[in-house]
């Protein structure tokens, strides 16, 4: 009989903490069930090794794996495959700590590769794989542990490990749609402040030495051009202009160091016309992934929820969730707490609510992410094409106003020559 240390919680909601003896883990929670308690987290106790000594002298303990210096995380294309070919591995059949030895042999050396070993030196020394997980949180955050300790519970490691790969993917995918569209009007928008900078500071002055030449009266648009050629040549507008978004976006971190900064910049985000659809959008696929992956994987409801809003990404919806989480502990549904927050469409609210009626609220809250997904393609590529005319209108608007500007002169000293 084996000792198994568990968290589980009670019919009050409250935790606790205990231990039970117990052949195998399923009898364990079988246990855990019967005194009326909710298992959320059970694992064999390692057993106590025995200090021998020899000549005088105890055995020196196994030598702790040296990380390499690491200022980054572990990449997430590097952490999918890892967790595809464990799947794989432990799929078919074989133990867990020499499917975490052939993935070390395999890694190049890295971050990586040194984590798996020292995953792999824990699980050796009687550790279950999730806790040895939880101490590399620059590769397993906590949503991928608490996921793996779903799976050694259940014994469907193997399926959760599949799962998780999935949903990272899916994940990734819709960040970079997100991000790829804000990379089109970034690049071109540096591109024109870049040359329009090079004529306020090259060209400009030139044609200011030939008006006053001929001591011609400038015409107002003229005027502020040349204030503003001034304005980039003589008073550093130019690094205005370049510092801008650098300080910018020093004073959003700044501001989102505090929990209510935090609310209020992400509030400020979901008002923006557009862009703030596209981020609403993306905020409810990824935490109706996340809870839904975790409850599949039979993490209970209110551990997945605290799970979830720790990983959603956008405080108003880590908010929302924690009222949902509060309802839920007592004794309320999913839906009828998600709609008092006003965080979400209605479709989502009904998906939900049906999916609680009928048992599949995992599924369900997969197929809002499915859709969700679709529909921030879709606006991501509407914003695209709305932004390149924007962009283009802009520009002529601001080379227009150049070429007016220059030309006004221009026909005075014409006019003049011709007089």
């Not at 700590?97 to 050396?109: D, F, M, V």
């Not at 509030?267 to 975790?294: D, E, H, N, W, Y």
Request: proline residues 4%; contains cysteine.
């Amino acid at each position: 009989m084996a000792t198994y240390a568990f968290e589980a919680m009670n019919s009050s909601g409250q935790e606790v903490k205990d231990e039970v003896e117990a052949g195998s883990s399923e009898e364990a929670i079988a246990k855990i069930r019967s005194k009326g308690y909710f298992p959320t987290r059970v694992r064999e106790k390692a057993a106590k090794k025995r200090v021998t000594k020899k000549a005088g002298a105890e055995t020196a303990a196994a030598p702790t794996r040296k990380m390499p210096i690491s200022f980054g995380k572990v990449s997430r294309k590097q952490l999918v495959t890892f967790t595809r070919q464990l799947s794989t591995l432990q799929d078919a059949g074989l133990p867990i700590l020499r499917s975490l030895q052939i993935l070390e042999t395999q890694q190049k050396p890295g971050l990586l590769k040194a984590i798996i070993g020292g995953v792999a030196d824990d699980v050796e020394g009687g550790n279950s794989l999730s806790d040895a997980m939880s101490r590399y949180p620059k590769a397993f955050d906590k949503l991928y542990v608490n996921m793996i300790n779903a799976g050694e519970a259940g014994g469907v490691l193997d399926l959760i490990l599949s799962r998780l790969a999935d949903f990272m993917e899916k994940a990734a995918r819709l960040k970079k749609k997100v991000v790829g569209a804000m990379i089109y009007p970034a690049v071109v928008i540096s591109i024109a402040v870049g040359i329009v900078s090079m004529i306020m500071i090259f060209v400009i002055p030139k044609f200011e030495q030939i008006f006053s030449d001929f001591n011609v009266k400038l015409p107002g648009v003229t005027q502020l051009l040349l204030s503003i050629s001034r304005w980039f040549a003589n008073d550093y507008g130019w690094a205005y202009i370049v510092c801008f978004p650098i300080v910018w976006m020093l004073i959003i971190r700044l501001i989102k160091m505090s929990d209510g900064g935090r609310y209020g910049v992400d509030v400020a985000k979901l008002k923006i016309p557009i862009l703030g659809g596209i981020l609403s959008k993306t905020a409810i696929a990824r935490f109706t992934r996340t809870l839904g992956t975790l409850i599949s994987a039979g993490v209970p409801i209110l551990d997945a929820i605290n799970i979830t809003r720790e990983t959603s990404g956008n405080e108003v919806y880590s908010r929302a969730l924690m009222k949902v989480h509060d309802a839920i502990r007592e004794g309320e549904s999913m839906a009828d707490p998600l709609r008092a927050t006003k965080v979400c469409d209605a479709i989502v609210i009904n998906m939900i609510d049906v999916g609680e009626e009928v048992g599949d609220l995992d599924k369900m809250l997969m197929k809002i992410a499915d859709n969700y997904d679709s529909d921030v393609d879709v606006m991501v590529s509407s914003l695209v094409s709305i932004l390149e005319p924007v962009m283009v209108v802009m520009l002529g608007v601001i080379v227009g106003f150049i070429v007016i500007a220059l030309f006004a002169p221009m026909i005075s000293l014409i006019e003049s020559v011709s007089g």
